[in-house]
């Protein structure tokens, strides 16, 4: 289990070292649509440390209902640090300058097309957020003792690949990669500095599409 942590600077300096020490393993675009997701470590109603993650509303034409991070595609000529920030104030109303930024951790491919790269950043002091109602169903701050409980991650055997499909228990809810992959990654790189490697983790097949 994640130790009791505070949110001060003490930990935002081990997070930022934490990423220091990691080398993001980076993939082609090539064809694939290039996306960036905010990972935004913020304080819980607690003041522990929290990241924010969403339920996407029904009503989107595209992964409706799934679990997510703040994000999406790049506007023409942003970088994905740009992105980041832009998705993160549009879909939950946070507005963080560049110098919120972290850093970044690896690239994750998905079935559907996509190459999406995760950028961590940080949100000093209380914040408040305002969902999108067009794009977010539910805005969840979960805690990182929350992220390290017991038995999650869960790795199954699907037939439809040789790869193990990855889902975190966070509350009742099982959430499947590509979220769960990059958090789970986000939870050992940059919460605990062991350096593992998630873009070969499996989505299930309902995320295919």
Sequence with gaps: MTPALRMDEALRARLAANLAHFEPRLHPVDDRKHAAVALTVVADEFGAPAVIITKRTSR?????GQWALPGGRLDPGETVEQAALRELEEEVGLTLSPGAILGRLDDYPTRSGYVITPIVMWAAGPVALKPNDAEVHTLHRVSFAELDRPGSPEFVSIPESDRPVVRLLIYEHKIHAPTAAIVYQFR???VKGNPIR???LEQPVFAWR
């Design 188 to 190: 050992e790189v940059v």
């Design 198 to 200: 998630v873009d070969h």
């Design 60 to 64: 989107l034409s595209s992964h409706a």
